[in-house]
């Protein structure tokens, strides 16, 4: 194992003043300690900051397309290492190849795409009223933007935060989650090794409550843009609007795939198990929920489990589903188990963990199927965050979209049929922030808006797309009388 890996302050590469270190392990192999990180202090936190409000104004006045030429930068210096970022995903995280290697692919498509828009940002002008008048608004940045991450995108969500962040000018600093922090650290040294003027961004490790509180509190932080479990996220929210500051939070999700009585079963079984076995099931979008016709539902069943058993379960370098990241996630998965079965539901494959010696070790569990479900169980209600799908049977379509709606999450919803008119409704009808026809619930496009409605989000702001420049941005106007 090499050094611990430091915090970027103002420019530097530092130890926090602790001397405490956060050791991450591989949770396919949980002996391995693959890297050890800061674990800071509200100090350390404090100086990062303090660095941040430093470096703003120069910053924000930084002409866009200079911004940009960092960023699309930054971009192809983590395009040169895209192989050595990818196998650190996967020892941290433990998501399998393709889709580390996907997600950092994502991370650098970021960096291109917000280095041109730092080049576009600009304003309106519009016809004044008044004669020798010139109206027009300006676009400025907000200042100091914290951003707190979770561990389940660990490079893809810190981008998505960040170039638009620094697109529009704004200085920023960062806390990744502890679980997996070190492909944002790179990020950090791409877009220092790209020539970003010290202080614009602060990485600091350490825990949520010591370090994401002083991000959150500090004076000199302007916003905050936080995404992680809903149980954080509304304290985060709290935190944040009693200090009066600008916030936006993106959490959990319970998301359902309605499958009508027009669909194929095999092509249904192959969206639902793709999105709710994906990524272990630790995505915020990840199906846990299929919710299928009646007249469908037995060999809607019989598909789903046939998937679901013939997934090759391993480490991520060469398997098919990886592991879960840390002990903690995989007891809660199989407490949910327990709890479905105790509640009535039906276990119709999985529910315990895989044997062998490549997975004895690590914090591995079958894909899980269960069946006679009902909306009000907890498996029905409650993010589990690991590869459960919890299918419910329904009479029609528009119980389908009922109980869809009927959890107080909204953050993706899916609908298989081959009617247009039971399409077109379902986007009308059904409550979350991405809807999906003939699709899984994961998977998202990098320049249009993602955020959830309900409990999943905040519903103040969303991310990516031109949306995501919005939260970095505030709008002045300008009556310029001559
Ligand atoms: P989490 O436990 O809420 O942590 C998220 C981040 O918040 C981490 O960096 C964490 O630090 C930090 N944190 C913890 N306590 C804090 C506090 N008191 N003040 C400030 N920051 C604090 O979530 P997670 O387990 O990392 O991520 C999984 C969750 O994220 C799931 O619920 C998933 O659905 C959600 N998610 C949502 C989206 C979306 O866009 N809607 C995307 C991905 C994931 P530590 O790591 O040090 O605890």
Redesign the pocket.
């Known amino acids: 194992m090499s050094e611990t890996n430091q915090n970027y302050v103002n420019g530097e590469w530092v130890d926090s003043e602790t001397g405490e270190v956060l050791e991450v392990e591989n949770p396919a192999n949980p002996d391995d300690v693959v890297a050890t990180y800061q674990g800071s202090s509200t100090e350390d936190a404090t100086a990062a900051v303090e660095a941040a409000a430093a470096a703003a104004d120069d910053w924000a006045t930084t002409p866009g397309p200079e911004r940009g030429r960092i960023l699309r930068e930054a971009g192809s210096l983590l395009a040169d290492r895209k192989e050595e970022l990818t196998d650190r995903l996967i020892a941290e995280e433990g998501k399998v190849y393709a889709e580390a290697n996907g997600e950092v692919q994502r991370a650098i498509d970021i960096f291109h795409y917000f280095s041109g828009k730092a080049a576009d940002l600009g304003g309106t002008v519009k016809g004044p009223s008044a004669t020798n008048q010139n109206l027009y608004t300006i676009e400025e940045p907000v200042g100091v933007a914290s951003l707190?991450?979770?561990?389940?995108?660990p490079i893809a969500?810190p981008a998505w935060k960040l170039a638009p962040a620094l697109a529009a000018g704004n200085a920023v600093v960062l806390?990744?989650?502890?679980?997996a922090p070190g492909v944002a650290i790179e990020i950090a040294r791409a877009l220092d090794e790209a020539g970003l003027p010290d202080g614009v961004l602060n990485v600091v490790t350490?825990?949520?409550?010591t370090?994401?509180?002083e991000?959150?509190g500090h004076d000199a932080v302007d916003a905050i843009s936080?995404?992680?479990?809903?149980?954080?996220?509304q304290?985060?929210y709290e935190?944040a609007t009693d200090a009066g500051k600008r916030v936006q939070t993106?959490?959990?999700?319970k998301n359902p795939t309605v499958v009508t009585d027009s669909a194929n079963a095999a092509e249904a079984a192959d969206i639902v198990a793709n999105g709710g076995f994906g990524t272990t099931g630790?995505?915020?979008?990840a199906c846990s929920r299929a919710i299928v016709h009646e007249d469908i539902y037995d060999e809607f069943v019989a598909e789903l489990v046939d998937r679901a058993e013939s997934i090759d379960v391993g480490p991520g370098s060469d398997h098919e589903m990886g592991p879960q990241i840390s002990a903690d996630?995989l007891d809660s998965t199989l407490d949910y188990i327990n709890i479905a079965e105790n509640e009535g539901a039906t276990l119709a494959t999985g529910g315990g963990v895989p044997e062998g010696s490549e997975v004895e070790s690590g914090y591995f569990v079958e894909p899980t199927v269960f069946i006679d479900v009902d909306s009000d169980m907890r498996i029905a209600q409650e993010?589990v965050?690991g590869p459960v799908i919890a299918v419910i049977k329904v009479s029609d379509f528009d119980e389908g979209v009922t109980v869809a709606n009927d959890v107080p999450y909204g953050?993706s919803a899916s609908v298989v049929t081959n009617d247009h008119t039971e399409a077109n409704r379902f986007i009308d009808e059904v409550e979350a922030g991405v809807v999906k026809v003939n699709d899984k619930t994961t998977g998202l496009e990098l320049h249009v808006p993602?955020?959830?409605f309900k409990r999943?989000?905040s519903e103040t702001w969303r991310?990516q797309g031109d949306a995501g420049l919005n939260f970095y941005t505030i709008e002045k106007t300008v009556y310029d009388s001559y």
């Open positions: 707190i991450t979770p561990w389940n995108y969500i806390k990744p989650a502890s679980a350490g825990s949520g409550s370090v994401g509180s991000f959150i936080f995404t992680g479990s809903s149980e954080v996220g304290m985060v935190q993106e959490l959990g999700g630790q995505s915020c979008t996630e993010e965050f953050l993602f955020g959830g999943s989000s991310e």
